[in-house]
């Protein structure tokens, strides 16, 4: 259903070949917006410009790495001369690294001098691993924004969505560099709001909670369709009892990004998790 106060805005996606990013591309041109999909991998890009294109939307594909300047800007130089300057940005590229996650919930005490193949501690956690999320997170959404947010300034209704998750509410176990960089990207998003203010460009976060897709099947669930125990924690934690799916997304979207619905909004970071971050679990 087209939206008319988005119709012709050109949006920018980061992250835009992924599960959730995607269906962000694919809404977005479905409300009416020019939707430019940037991704490390350019061919998943493709794929998703592909359909959008096929559906009647206007898209294209744009192979960008977000943690390198020149790359950006040379993206911003293709989207400006094939779509326009942008209206939207999504700072979606994000995830997290093995090399930055414990193996176990809980330190136990005879973890430090037991070094049991395949169990990785805290005190196991690698450097590079964490920097690594801490630049793809956060890094990742300050370069993006500072290339395309020059485009924004002095022009009526641009917005800026960052993704940032569950976790930064509340950290989960095993992943701590990923919940660290989450609650950055939360409080980067609260810093851009108050900076941004006065040139008009409001900016909020989605915090996607648990959400079932075809990348973390096999984390969520067994072979036989069971959930995993940590699944099982998972959903004894959410009131609504169910994962999330990507559609559960697209209200929000589209209220964050068309001003006659959230134009006195900026700052928010908001939670869709099913009532997870909600619940103490008594």
Not at 91 to 116: C, H, Q, R, V, W
Not at 122 to 129: N, Q, T, V
Not at 206 to 211: D, R, T, V
Request: hydrophobic share 45%; with cysteine.
């Amino acid at each position: 259903m087209i939206h008319e106060n988005l119709k012709g805005r050109v949006a920018v996606i980061t992250g835009g070949g992924g599960v959730l990013c995607s269906g962000f591309a694919k809404v977005l041109a479905e409300l009416g917006a020019k939707v430019a999909v940037l991704d490390l991998r350019e061919e998943a890009a493709a794929e998703v410009v592909k359909e959008i294109n096929a559906n009647g939307g206007t898209a294209i594909a744009v192979g960008c790495n977000v943690l390198e300047s020149d790359s950006l800007e040379a993206a911003r130089a293709k989207i400006k001369a094939e779509l326009g300057p942008c209206d939207i940005l999504i700072n979606g590229a994000g995830g997290n690294n093995p090399k930055g996650t414990t193996t176990k919930d809980i330190f136990e005490e005879g973890d430090l001098d037991s070094k049991i193949e395949g169990v990785k501690t805290f005190f196991d956690l690698e450097a590079s691993g964490i920097q690594f999320v801490f630049n793809l997170n956060i890094l990742g959404t300050l370069l993006t924004t500072q290339c395309f947010a020059k485009d924004m300034i002095g022009r009526k209704n641009c917005c800026i969505i960052n993704i940032s998750s569950m976790n930064a509410f509340c950290p989960l176990t095993r992943i701590p560099a990923y919940s660290a960089a989450k609650a950055g990207v939360s409080n980067f998003t609260q810093w851009l709001a108050v900076h941004f203010a006065e040139a008009g460009i409001r900016v909020n976060a989605i915090a996607p909670g648990f959400f079932a897709t075809n990348q973390n099947h096999a984390l969520l669930y067994n072979e036989d369709g069971s959930l995993t125990p940590r699944s099982e924690k998972i959903i004894g934690h959410t009131p609504m009892r169910r994962f999330g799916v990507p559609e559960d997304l697209s209200g929000a979207l589209a209220f964050f990004c068309d001003e006659s619905y959230s134009g006195f909004i900026t700052g928010v970071i908001l939670p869709i998790d099913g009532g997870f971050s909600a619940y103490s679990g008594v």
